[in-house]
């Protein structure tokens, strides 16, 4: 059992830039891959980025290369996402979440979720 609690979030104006976190509890927090998700009311969760287990794989939607950094400290259990030059566009509750296989994009895949921080981006 994992679980996940992101923080970060909060409100910027476009051009700006903040830093997410999710802090995991439980067991093996290496071994799973991590991923970032964000979701807007009434449309579908997207996909955002991830990195596998030992920070030798990352992706990333087409929408937020060379803006979104993801990485992770295996040590401090914590996945990080760094966004720059945010976009309103970019206004959504994020999630983090983590799975036990490999790497992917896809959510249906993950195994834990946390529960979201939200990040609005003023024009």
């Known amino acids: 059992q994992v679980q996940l609690v992101e923080s970060g979030g909060g409100l910027v104006q476009a051009g700006g830039s903040l830093r997410l976190s999710c802090a995991a509890s439980g067991r093996a927090f290496s071994t799973y891959a991590m991923g970032w998700f964000r979701q807007v009311p009434g449309k579908e969760r997207e996909f955002v980025a991830a990195v596998s287990w030992n920070s030798g794989s990352t992706f990333y939607a087409d929408s937020v290369k060379g803006r979104f950094t993801i990485s992770r400290d295996n040590a401090k259990n914590t996945v990080y996402l760094q966004m720059n030059s945010l976009k309103p566009d970019d206004t959504a509750v994020y999630y983090c979440?983590?799975?036990?296989?490999?790497?992917?994009?896809?959510?249906?895949?993950?195994?834990?979720w946390g529960q979201g921080t939200q990040v609005t981006v003023s024009s």
């Open positions: 979440a983590a799975e036990r296989g490999r790497v992917t994009a896809e959510s249906g895949r993950y195994d834990y």
